[in-house]
């Protein structure tokens, strides 16, 4: 079959949230739910790692070490979710992802020590990187170019929303239950509700990507074509992509490297700032609300942001999110109070809303149809490295400065760095803003 006759066949398959709204809406249930899942393990679990489940006052590796072990395996788990799903397609994936978190509610409750807490959060990897990696990807199959902004920006609007409710919940849940069962009622209503959907109500995207790729060989795009990566067959191999994300294309590397380093802040607000402030006197339920701050401004924030780089392009916003990110988890040492410590964590989600959705915007301007799927996955395996890169730095200044305000000053220092880095090696992806030369 010749490359127009190719085209031709998926004439009936039109992209566009409008136009797929029905799954564009399901797959942010979808999201949302998975934000739940990850949300859950956010605020009790870290602040009763002593009492609750055995972790010494001041053990700071042994504290992070469920986050390195989250990071690790979330990563790697990514890497091949992307891979996979140009195999067996997206929704098997997706399945998959929420299979593997069925006994994560159930290894809590009965979790005799910590080391039972690092495994459901390895499970937790798992979910995370099969499921979530499938939400973004199938989103970007159905979507346009021009929209890809927005729909990252709802993307992780609606996941990091899901965190940030879970986070609340979880903490009035532990108070009205008790820890362990609170989070097992919590967890097992989600899973079962997710799975259910994913099942019933979740439609197969991969037709969209081949659409897409078959219309790009045919020369039958629409609007300006991005800066694709030339050094790259059509069909590469998985060493292919990675290398080419890694270092062989300096924009991807840039924008890699910045993903890992932003997580260094979210595997902060996970381990240290329920620590921090339950130090500092606040309640379960107070911490519950300044971590949900953080994840509400995040979430409710790239409602706007990724929309806005439609318009302004994907290079200013992820670095002035960098420097602003940095700021917030600064300013959380230079003051006192509730309030304080909420303004600093809007500050952070802010700044975070800016570069998240955009990062992984940029990364699929430049990454081709034919294997978008593996280079998301690529990035995601750097980025969520962060989380065991971050959590095991953390660990390391916390130890050696025998204090988790070390924690704070490292992430806030790492977070300048790359943003610099992304100024410095990076260049505008948006296919409108700047095309690829004609050829």
Known sequence: MDKHKAAEAYDHITHGIRENLGQFSQQLIQVFFVGLTIGMMRTVIPALAEEEFGVAEGSFMLLTAFVVAFGIVKGALNFVAGRLSERMGRKNV?????????????????????????????????????AWSMTQTAKMDITRADERGFTMGMNE??????????GIVTGYMAAAFGPRVGLLIFGLV?????ILMTVLLVRE????????????????????????????????????????????????????????VEKFVDALVWVFYPVFLYQQGLSLAAIGWVVGIYGFVWGGSQFATGRLS??????????????????????????????????????????????????????????????????????????????????LGLGIVAHVGGTVDWGFWFVAIAMFLSGAAVWWWGEETHPRLNPADPQ
């Open 310 to 391: 439609d318009h302004i392009g994907r290079m200013k916003p992820i670095v002035w999110g960098m420097w602003i990110c940095g700021a917030g988890v600064a300013l959380t040492l230079l003051g006192q109070g509730v309030f304080w410590w909420s303004f600093a964590a809007a500050v952070t989600g802010f700044g975070m809303a800016l570069l998240y959705p955009n990062l992984s915007a940029a990364v699929a301007d430049i990454a081709h149809p034919n294997w978008r799927g593996s280079a998301i996955g690529t990035y995601r395996f750097w980025r969520d490295l962060g989380y065991g890169i971050g959590a």
């Open 94 to 130: 997706l399945l998959l992802g929420w299979l593997s978190a069925i006994p994560i509610p159930f290894m809590i409750l009965y979790a005799p020590t910590w080391g039972w807490i690092v495994a459901a959060t390895v499970l937790l990897g798992v979910n995370q990187g099969l």
């Open 205 to 260: 995207t991969l037709d969209w990507a081949k659409a897409e790729g078959a219309r790009h060989a045919a020369g039958r795009n629409d609007g300006p074509v991005a800066r694709y990566p030339q050094n790259i067959a059509d069909s590469p191999t998985t060493w292919q992509v990675f290398t080419l994300m890694s270092w062989r294309d300096r924009r991807m590397a840039a924008f890699s490297q910045a993903g890992l």
């Open 190 to 194: 989600v899973i079962a509700l997710a």
């Open 157 to 166: 609007f609606s996941g990091y929303v899901g965190v940030a409710v879970a």
